[in-house]
């Protein structure tokens, strides 16, 4: 029965056709979400310039040092922008946009190689010349189709330009992942223990809960690879990711003087019962429920080089209920497993037209599942791509704009408090105190943000976020700066200028009347 799919001129044509569209896709995704920038990519920057000046990680130069982010890897590497004087931004989003292309290729090779083992099967019970076609025709599909899935999504192409450590992590994660499978597979190289270990590592110094993902994907491997094979890789694990990972806890916990990084502190001060959970449902409804068509078949028996992944998937799911999703535009924390069910797309359309039994009704689900896939993030893409390009161009002129500005009135012994406290400080370059907490540990610990002793930092400016121009008007995420405006107004600052980040987001800039601030600066 397996003949009935003989690789005809059509059929071999048919992924290259997927494949080529999926490519334009992301392409065109990439230059219409390019205006998008992060105001925390920001905050790394401001890291990363510190290092390069020889001042160290830490966000100011004056005061206790502070762990504001938690992208070690991704800090490091933007070091060499600011020493090479190369813009920086630009350097964070081309090298974002790097790796998603090698996820893009990484994926499609780890899908045609999970469909090697079906196709194989199919040719060993079949026994022929054409069968031998089908398979290659089947591997192809699989490719194709966990590369259309993957660059359809309108996350990839925002987060592979927002120049956060996203989708350098998504390409870490999904190397573990291939290189796990290579190993269960038999199959040495890059799959071996090495490239196991180098990929945890490498994903533990990006992300936190890379190490999480590491130690699943490890425990995982080493019940389904023989004992000399598990021997081999629990000895480099433990020589090159857990003495490494436990250097660096020490030396982070030594100079920063914290257990966790402050973003953890904030984080876990969110009031309510597992605050992840409306973020995990709204991701699990996203590619997860898009592709279920597609899904059911490579989960009902999946190949055992894919459990390490699976597993992995299913832990890294479940703990992301735990923490808020602070900062968690497009699913940024759930989104490195978008490769992952990508691939098992692939695998379940694969092993759809590979079916013997009702071969035709087979693919025409397989068919309607991939379009409508394809069709409903097609569809998703450009509303969700254009927001975050408003959002970009809103950024631009709003707080990197104030930022400028505020560099431009060459006093660098000013102060600052705000709470979007990324592309202004860096701008600014100015001593800042973050109001969310990322760069003070009183703040992110104690939650407190008395007025009076956020004053008595003595700022030159304060910054506050208001939805309207006319009345100081807070949201939900900001409710500790209704009182510090009334306490800024009783010790004689006044709004000196208003920066429009979006109609219902205004900055309002405040400082003392015959301040350099309040002469400089214009008003809109």
């Given at each position: 029965m397996i003949e009935r799919w003989?690789?005809?001129?059509?059929?071999?044509?048919?992924?290259?056709?997927?494949?080529?569209?999926?490519?334009?896709?992301?392409?065109?995704?990439?230059?219409?979400?390019?205006?998008?920038?992060?105001?925390?990519?920001?905050?790394?920057?401001?890291?990363?310039?510190?290092?390069?000046?020889?001042?160290?990680?830490t966000f100011n130069a004056l005061g206790p040092r502070a762990e504001g982010y938690t992208t070690f890897l991704w800090m490091l590497l933007l070091v060499a922008p600011h020493r090479l004087g190369l813009d920086a931004p630009t350097f964070a989003k081309g090298l974002g946009t790097a790796a998603t292309l090698a996820t893009f290729a990484l994926l499609a090779r780890w899908a045609w190689v999970e469909a090697e083992s079906a196709g194989s099967a199919a040719v060993a019970s079949a026994g022929s010349p054409a069968a031998h076609g089908t398979s290659s025709n089947a591997r192809a599909w699989a490719a194709a189709t966990a590369a259309a899935c993957f660059a359809s999504l309108p996350a990839t192409a925002v987060h592979a330009v927002s120049g956060m450590e996203t989708a350098l992590f998504t390409t870490l994660l999904t190397a573990l992942f291939v290189a796990s499978a290579e190993h269960v597979r038999g199959r040495r190289g890059w799959g071996g223990p090495n490239g196991i270990v180098v990929c945890a590592l490498l994903a533990g110094l990006t992300r936190p809960e890379g190490n999480l993902a590491a130690l699943v994907v490890l425990a995982m491997t080493a019940t389904l690879v023989t004992r000399a094979d598990r021997r081999a890789?629990?000895?480099?694990?433990?020589?090159?990711?857990?003495?490494?990972?436990?250097?660096?806890?020490?030396?982070?916990?030594?100079?920063?003087?914290?257990?966790?990084?402050?973003?953890?502190?904030?984080?876990?001060?969110?009031?309510?019962?597992?605050?992840?959970?409306?973020?995990?449902?709204?991701?699990?409804?996203?590619?997860?429920?898009?592709?279920?068509?597609?899904?059911g078949p490579a989960l009902a028996r999946p190949p055992r080089s894919l459990r390490p992944a699976l597993a992995a998937l299913m832990v890294l799911t479940g703990f992301f209920v735990l923490p808020q999703h602070q900062m968690g535009y497009d699913h940024r924390y759930l989104a490195p497993l978008d490769p992952t069910l990508a691939v098992l797309a692939g695998l379940g359309f694969s092993r759809l037209m590979m079916r013997a039994t009702h071969p035709g009704a087979a693919r025409a689900i397989a068919a309607a599942g991939l379009a409508v896939a394809l069709g409903v993030n097609a569809a998703g893409a450009r509303r969700t791509i254009s927001g975050e390009a408003d959002y970009g161009r809103g950024l631009a002129a709003a707080h990197e704009?104030?930022?400028?500005?505020?560099?431009?009135?060459?006093?660098?012994?000013?102060?600052?408090?705000?709470?979007?406290?990324?592309?202004?400080?860096?701008?600014?370059?100015?001593?800042?105190?973050?109001?969310?907490?990322?760069?003070?540990?009183?703040?992110?610990?104690?939650?407190?943000?008395?007025?009076?002793?956020?004053?008595?930092?003595?700022?030159?400016?304060?910054?506050?976020?208001?939805?309207?121009?006319?009345?100081?008007?807070?949201?939900?995420?900001?409710?500790?700066?209704?009182?510090?405006?009334?306490?800024?107004?009783?010790?004689?600052?006044?709004?000196?200028?208003?920066?429009?980040?979006?109609?219902?987001y205004w900055l309002w800039v405040l400082a003392r009347p015959g301040s350099p601030a309040a002469r400089a600066l214009p008003e809109f």
């Open positions: 003989l690789p005809t001129r059509a059929g071999r044509a048919g992924p290259g056709a997927l494949a080529a569209i999926a490519a334009a896709f992301l392409a065109v995704g990439l230059v219409e979400a390019w205006p998008f920038t992060v105001d925390d990519t920001f905050i790394t920057l401001r890291y990363s310039r510190n290092v390069a000046e020889g001042l160290g990680p890789l629990v000895a480099r694990a433990l020589l090159g990711w857990v003495a490494p990972m436990v250097i660096y806890e020490l030396w982070r916990r030594r100079y920063y003087g914290l257990t966790f990084p402050l973003p953890f502190y904030v984080k876990l001060a969110t009031p309510g019962l597992l605050p992840g959970w409306p973020d995990v449902v709204e991701w699990l409804g996203g590619p997860a429920l898009r592709f279920a068509v597609l899904l704009r104030l930022g400028r500005e505020l560099f431009a009135l060459g006093l660098p012994e000013s102060r600052l408090v705000i709470s979007d406290a990324g592309a202004a400080p860096y701008f600014s370059r100015w001593w800042t105190l973050d109001l969310v907490g990322l760069n003070d540990a009183h703040i992110a610990t104690t939650g407190r943000r008395a007025p009076a002793w956020v004053l008595a930092q003595d700022p030159d400016v304060v910054v506050l976020a208001s939805a309207s121009t006319d009345r100081f008007e807070t949201w939900d995420w900001n409710p500790w700066e209704s009182t510090l405006f009334e306490a800024c107004t009783a010790a004689g600052f006044a709004r000196i200028a208003v920066r429009r980040f979006a109609p219902d």
